[in-house]
């Protein structure tokens, strides 16, 4: 079923559960993350992603061709390893001219930009952002990000903020974008990090109220601004199962009680599918392990420890899971395996899954074509047959 064609005015835009898939009525939404840098895993493996602009559209277009809900980028401006430009961790294409490309490139999955704020001025990121959602058709979606990574802060001339100021400087940055994309008229603000001068911005987005916010905030202050603001926050799903419902409901728990919203509840796993689950346990040895890239790993861990205010033995206790996944969690096995996980997942509260494979085209196409079939049998997902409207049951 094809959309219907947008036909309100731009100032006036439509609700986005008409446009944006996040909003569809599957119990268990998907998507793919980090296609416009290397992916998640840090290996050596010579089929290891690589941004091409090619491989970044087939990609989009196997996702998109899935019925996908999300195609999610990361945004950094250096590698792992300082003094490495041309490491593989370094070579990422901006998120908002990736998304704009995808944008054109797609017609159904939404296009989320991953974007620092203590780069990116709000009206900067105001108009690229609804350009994007026009392109898209309002698929666009931004994940906001308060900035930790002191060595590309400081190629900016933008100091690392203490951990609690940061996330004042982003809740005023993100007040300041949807007073941007929603007043009508010009506006005067002064806060504590930005001052506007009748500041507006044309046009403003498709989706009304505003654009899906994502948010990954994992520190205590983390969680409030990202159930406070998020239409979608993310958990590291703890290694026992049982604490999984716990996890997912202390963050709806909080948006609900405190902020009187709701929001959606996603994670990010790693997929090693394979015809057996000894092959599958076998090539994730061969890439995570034997092949790892440890010397990146430690060097992200290094900065993480330093700067994101994570303690050191859960660095420490995540260095496979880094190599594989970026410390996600870690799906491997058969396709009954990574669709038994999944269920598992959904029947805990989780509503949708950041997706990523050490080859996006091999890994996306076992996927559809093994995985997403038992997903839809066990209810999880309805049968997508080309372009659907978001909100279909």
């Known amino acids: 079923m094809i959309p219907a064609p947008i036909t309100a005015p731009l100032a006036e835009g439509v ?19 980090g ?21 970044v559209v087939k990609a989009a277009q196997l996702t998109d061709s899935a019925g996908l809900e999300a195609i999610v980028s990361y945004a950094h401006w250096k590698g792992h390893e300082l003094g490495k430009p041309d490491h593989p961790s370094a070579v990422v294409l901006d998120p908002y001219t990736w998304a704009a ?14 974007t620092h704020a203590p780069v990116i001025h709000p009206i900067t990121a105001a108009k690229q952002s609804s350009t994007i959602d026009l392109i898209s058709g309002g698929r666009f979606g931004l994940n906001v990000v308060a900035g930790w990574n002191r060595p590309e802060l400081e190629m900016f001339g933008a100091p690392l903020k203490e951990h609690e100021e940061r996330y004042k400087h982003l809740d005023e940055w993100l007040h300041v974008l949807k007073r ?29 109220p505003n654009p899906p916010i994502m948010n990954a905030g994992g520190s205590e202050i ?16 703890s290694d026992d199962p049982k604490a999984w419902p716990g996890q997912v409901a202390s963050y709806k728990d909080l948006a609900r ?10 994670m990010l796993a790693a ?3 394979r015809e057996t689950r000894a092959e599958a346990e076998a090539y994730l040895k061969r890439y995570a392990v034997e092949l790892a890239d440890l010397d990146s790993v430690d060097a992200s ?31 491997v096995g058969t396709a009954d395996d990574v669709a038994s996980n999944l269920q598992a997942f959904a029947e805990a509260g989780i509503d949708g899954v950041l997706l990523s494979w050490v080859d996006f085209a091999d890994g996306l196409t076992r996927f559809q074509e093994e995985v997403l079939p038992r997903l839809e049998r066990a209810g999880l997902r309805r049968p997508f047959s080309g372009l659907q409207k978001a909100t279909a049951a």
């Not at 296609?35 to 090619?54: D, F, H, I, S």
């Not at 002064?190 to 506007?196: A, M, S």
């Not at 983390?222 to 799903?237: L, P, T, V």
């Not at 290094?302 to 995540?318: Q, S, T």
Request: aromatic share 12%; charged share 25%; glycine share 10%.
């Open 257 to 266: 009680e405190k902020y009187n919203r709701e929001t959606q509840v996603w």
């Open 271 to 273: 997929v090693v599918q």
């Open 222 to 237: 983390g969680r409030q601004f990202a159930a406070k603001h998020g239409d979608m926050c993310f958990i590291q799903a």
């Open 301 to 331: 861990n290094r900065l993480r420890m330093e700067n994101a205010k994570i303690r050191p033995d859960l660095l420490e206790g995540m260095r496979f899971r880094k190599a594989a996944g970026a410390g996600g969690s870690i799906l």
């Open 35 to 55: 296609t416009n840098g290397k992916g998640t895993a840090n290996t050596l493996v010579p089929e290891q992603y690589r941004p091409t602009w090619a491989n």
């Open 15 to 33: 609700d986005r559960e008409r446009t944006n898939p996040i909003y569809n009525g599957n119990k268990l939404k998907l998507g793919t993350f």
């Open 101 to 114: 490309g995808l944008a054109q490139a797609t017609k159904y999955s939404a296009i989320f930009v991953t």
């Open 180 to 208: 941007l994309w929603t007043e009508s008229d010009e506006f005067d603000y002064e806060g504590t990090f930005f001052k506007i001068i009748n500041g507006s911005s044309r046009p403003q987005p498709i989706q009304k």
